[in-house]
């Protein structure tokens, strides 16, 4: 039976003797540290320590590090250490814990500033060429599956079609109804106290209607489904991807994207545009009410001056890019998903990166169309 750790300190002239006995080991580690905390001021009072591991019986890796520490604490302090009468047994064991720490981490080469922002730009630029080949990896997947669903029409899962579209469509109807009514409110009541200055007040019904239907309608309604529906896709397929369920769906001989992706994908292309067209009406309602309560504008006016300023091409200009920006929200955060590793970390930061990507590349998009129909004449 193992005997309890002993450490006698023997004071001699020039130099301090340790000699521990007993077993040093983990089980007992609460005397150990109460033997190496009376014995830590001792070590560097004189100019050689000594450690007699004659009597020792036990030693595991604890009792070992203890041992070194006090050695280091006296050769810090400028004194000599040694080690005596130590089993061969234990040699190894100790030598190895001796070289634990003692190599300086390397010093942090500091760049130059000007090499250090050409490796940020470069690193930035394979991360975007990376990203960018997994968007279009994606694409062509989704592709594919879309092309065999068209030669095999009963393959489609009309079920989980149905069901994401009542989740990403049906019940986004209120919140995206609100936010666009406010937003709406908020762009003619600014306009209203900004234009009363110059007395162009029926302006407003020209700001409201055009920005309504080109580019806030949409865009808004694009970046809340991107933040609400992307981030849900992202973490329903990085959670399955975490509990290996993709692979049993690839092990059972099903493709993952035709399963999964593509009725998330569809679901949203066709959820958006009417959302957006909810939205855009919404926003006008919200823009008219203003008018009438805050200006003083009566709604056949209102509903007059917009017929005037708002043709249909500022409606087919809104509606032409929901379905692009569902299609770029669909494939960002269903390709984020399915690159989440086993760790709730990964899960947690892929479903940010597919927030702020979508939203990026979403208001990017929208920004191309702008340039593309006003160089058409749209």
């Known amino acids: 039976m193992a005997t309890e750790p002993v450490l006698d300190i023997v004071s001699m002239e020039g130099g301090t003797e340790l000699r521990p006995a007993g077993a040093w080991t983990s089980a007992h580690s609460e005397t150990l540290e109460s033997l190496y905390r009376s014995a830590e001021p001792q070590v560097s009072d004189k100019a050689v320590l000594t450690v007699d591991m004659t009597h020792l019986g036990e030693i595991d890796t604890l009792g ?10 006296a050769q810090t302090a400028g004194r000599v250490s040694r080690i005596v009468g130590m089993s061969e047994r234990y040699a190894g064991l100790v030598a190895e814990v001796g070289q634990v720490n003692r190599h300086a981490p390397p010093a942090k080469e500091s760049l130059n500033p000007v090499i250090a922002l050409l490796d940020r730009i470069g690193r930035g630029g394979l991360s975007a060429l990376q990203d960018l080949a997994v968007f279009l990896q994606m694409l062509g997947a989704l592709g594919i599956a879309l092309l065999r669903v068209v030669l095999r029409p009963r393959s489609l899962r009309f079920t989980s079609l149905a069901y994401q579209i009542h989740r990403i469509g049906w019940q986004a109807i209120p919140i995206v109804a609100l936010i666009t009514f406010l937003i709406g409110a908020i762009i003619a009541q600014q306009g209203i106290f900004h234009f009363r200055k110059f007395g162009a007040d029926s302006y407003v019904v020209d700001m409201v209607g055009i920005l309504v239907l080109r ?3 949409v865009l808004i309604v694009a970046i809340m489904v991107a933040g609400r529906s992307g981030s849900a896709y992202t973490a329903e397929l990085g959670s399955m991807k ?3 369920e993709i692979d049993a769906l690839s092990t059972m001989g099903l493709d993952p994207t035709e399963v999964l992706v593509l009725p998330r994908v569809v679901a949203l292309v066709c959820s958006l545009p009417i959302l ?13 009410l203003v008018a009438w309560l805050y200006g003083g504008m009566s709604p056949a006016i209102f509903i007059a001056r917009l017929h005037e300023a708002v043709s249909v091409t500022h409606f ?3 509606m032409i890019k929901a379905p692009f920006m569902a299609l770029v929200i669909g494939i960002i955060a269903c390709s984020e998903g ?4 086993g760790s709730a970390e ?3 930061r892929q479903t940010t990166t597919s927030v702020v990507k979508s939203i990026f590349v ?4 929208d920004g191309l169309f702008a340039v593309f129909f006003a160089s058409i004449g749209m």
Do not use: Q
């Open 316 to 318: 087919e200009v809104g």
């Open 242 to 244: 975490m509990r290996e």
């Open 215 to 217: 580019e806030i309608g």
């Open 346 to 348: 990964s899960l947690g």
């Open 276 to 288: 957006a067209f909810i939205g855009a009406m919404s926003a006008l309602y919200g823009g008219g």
């Open 362 to 365: 979403v208001i990017v998009l």
């Open 64 to 73: 070992a590090w203890l041992l070194e520490k006090l050695s280091r604490r």
């Open 338 to 341: 399915l690159r989440v590793k």
